[in-house]
């Protein structure tokens, strides 16, 4: 074309081929690009999943925690608010110095991957990318800080009560060595007693036990309050996984969702719900009746459950709803909830 004079032409064609590589290079960008968006999706998706079932299994840890931490401020409250402290059996003395160990861990393994790869949100919903760094970056600091400031003073408690003071022997009831420890248990326990009751009612042991029981009190709120925090988060985690896979499961009962009321069962309802279940790994278990109290027996343990609708129990010591199912009238099975769903059916 040039030698023809043609140099129009030839600059046409010129422009021509820029355009056609320029859009050969879009086009491939793009592609890549997108290849680059569906695995960051699909990234995205896999760990806010993963993340999901940490928070989760967190939300029933925390539940388990609240719960005997709770039974315990209210064992010890009662002891407390007795008339006189020299009355009571030894039982309720040991209720008002029990020692709570209340360590535990939310997980981080997820978001801690997550900061390692260098990424720094899990999908385009802003939100929620906002919620998560809130939650591990604000919320969970907090709480470990909390946590570890309540450890440590739990620890420091202990410390005193088994090295320091000289009124309670903690090991009055050992077997082990029968030469430092020959009286007869009844003597032990009557000599235990009678050492608490010495210490409880000391000025320093006083200050003592109400200052555990203040710090009792700071841990349930610290702890209700990180499961509030991470029941809203768990729900706008599955908000998210449910746009992007609308045929996901629901998320399992929370502990947060429920009250219980236990209501009165007669002793002849009761026993209908007795006998030997098996479970889905091919154990057994029992439910047995001790008079208007109804038990799940499981490897020689045994564990009270209480109504509070009809065929409907639950357990005050965790989460763990129980629904028994009938068939023509007679039960047939039973579904327990705790973190998902497990059926029990009914042998005999």
Same mark, same amino acid.
């Given at each position: 074309?040039?030698?023809?004079?043609?140099?129009?032409?030839?600059?046409?064609?010129?422009?021509?081929?820029?355009?056609?590589?320029?859009?050969?290079?879009?086009?491939?960008?793009?592609?890549?690009?997108?290849?680059?968006?569906?695995?960051?999706?699909?990234?995205?998706?896999?760990?806010?999943?993963?993340?999901?079932?940490?928070?989760?299994?967190?939300?029933?840890?925390?539940?388990?925690?609240?719960?005997?931490?709770?039974?315990?401020?209210?064992?010890?409250?009662?002891?407390?608010?007795?008339?006189?402290?020299?009355?009571?059996?030894?039982?309720?003395?040991?209720?008002?110095?029990?020692?709570?160990?209340?360590?535990?861990?939310?997980?981080?393994?997820?978001?801690?991957?997550?900061?390692?790869?260098?990424?720094?949100?899990?999908?385009?919903?802003?939100?929620?990318?906002?919620?998560?760094?809130?939650?591990?970056?604000?919320?969970?600091?907090?709480?470990?800080?909390?946590?570890?400031?309540?450890?440590?003073?739990?620890?420091?408690?202990?410390?005193?009560?088994?090295?320091?003071?000289?009124?309670?022997?903690?090991?009055?009831?050992?077997?082990?060595?029968?030469?430092?420890?020959?009286?007869?248990?009844?003597?032990?326990?009557?000599?235990?007693?009678?050492?608490?009751?010495?210490?409880?009612?000391?000025?320093?042991?006083?200050?003592?036990?109400?200052?555990?029981?203040?710090?009792?009190?700071?841990?349930?709120?610290?702890?209700?309050?990180?499961?509030?925090?991470?029941?809203?988060?768990?729900?706008?985690?599955?908000?998210?996984?449910?746009?992007?896979?609308?045929?996901? %499961?629901?998320?399992?009962? $929370?502990?947060?969702?429920?009250?219980? !009321?236990? @209501?009165? &069962?007669?002793?002849?309802?009761? /026993? #209908?719900?007795?006998?030997?279940?098996?479970? %889905?790994?091919?154990?057994? $278990?029992?439910?047995?009746?001790?008079? !208007?109290? @109804?038990? &799940?027996?499981?490897?020689?343990? /045994? #564990?009270?459950?209480?109504?509070?609708?009809?065929?409907?129990?639950?357990?005050?010591?965790?989460?763990?709803?129980?629904?028994?199912?009938?068939?023509?009238?007679?039960?047939?099975?039973?579904?327990?909830?705790?973190?998902?769903?497990?059926?029990?059916?009914?042998?005999?």
């Amino acid at each position: 074309m040039l030698t023809e004079n043609k140099f129009s032409k030839y600059l046409l064609y010129a422009i021509g081929e820029i355009i056609l590589v320029v859009i050969g290079i879009l086009i491939a960008l793009q592609l890549n690009t997108a290849k680059e968006n569906k695995e960051k999706s699909e990234l995205g998706y896999k760990y806010l999943t993963e993340m999901r079932q940490e928070v989760q299994n967190d939300i029933f840890m925390l539940d388990t925690h609240i719960r005997r931490l709770d039974i315990s401020i209210k064992n010890q409250e009662a002891s407390l608010h007795t008339k006189s402290i020299a009355t009571l059996p030894l039982d309720s003395l040991l209720m008002i110095m029990d020692r709570q160990n209340i360590d535990l861990n939310i997980s981080e393994l997820t978001f801690n991957r997550m900061k390692n790869l260098g990424l720094t949100s899990l999908s385009n919903n802003d939100s929620l990318n906002s919620k998560i760094s809130n939650y591990y970056n604000n919320e969970l600091v907090f709480f470990k800080r909390a946590m570890s400031f309540i450890y440590e003073n739990t620890k420091q408690y202990s410390h005193y009560l088994t090295y320091e003071q000289e009124i309670i022997d903690f090991r009055l009831n050992e077997v082990e060595f029968p030469t430092l420890y020959s009286q007869p248990k009844e003597t032990r326990d009557s000599i235990n007693r009678l050492n608490r009751i010495n210490f409880i009612t000391s000025i320093k042991g006083r200050h003592l036990i109400l200052q555990d029981l203040e710090q009792r009190r700071y841990s349930l709120q610290v702890l209700n309050g990180m499961q509030k925090q991470s029941v809203k988060f768990l729900k706008s985690i599955y908000a998210e996984l449910k746009i992007l896979n609308p045929k996901m %499961e629901p998320l399992p009962l $929370l502990p947060t969702e429920m009250d219980f !009321k236990e @209501i009165d &069962v007669s002793t002849k309802v009761l /026993k #209908t719900y007795t006998g030997k279940y098996l479970t %889905e790994s091919k154990d057994t $278990l029992n439910v047995i009746q001790e008079g !208007k109290r @109804i038990y &799940v027996e499981f490897d020689s343990k /045994k #564990t009270e459950i209480f109504p509070y609708e009809e065929d409907k129990f639950f357990m005050k010591d965790f989460f763990a709803p129980i629904e028994f199912k009938k068939e023509e009238g007679k039960i047939t099975s039973f579904t327990l909830s705790n973190n998902g769903k497990f059926d029990f059916k009914k042998l005999d």
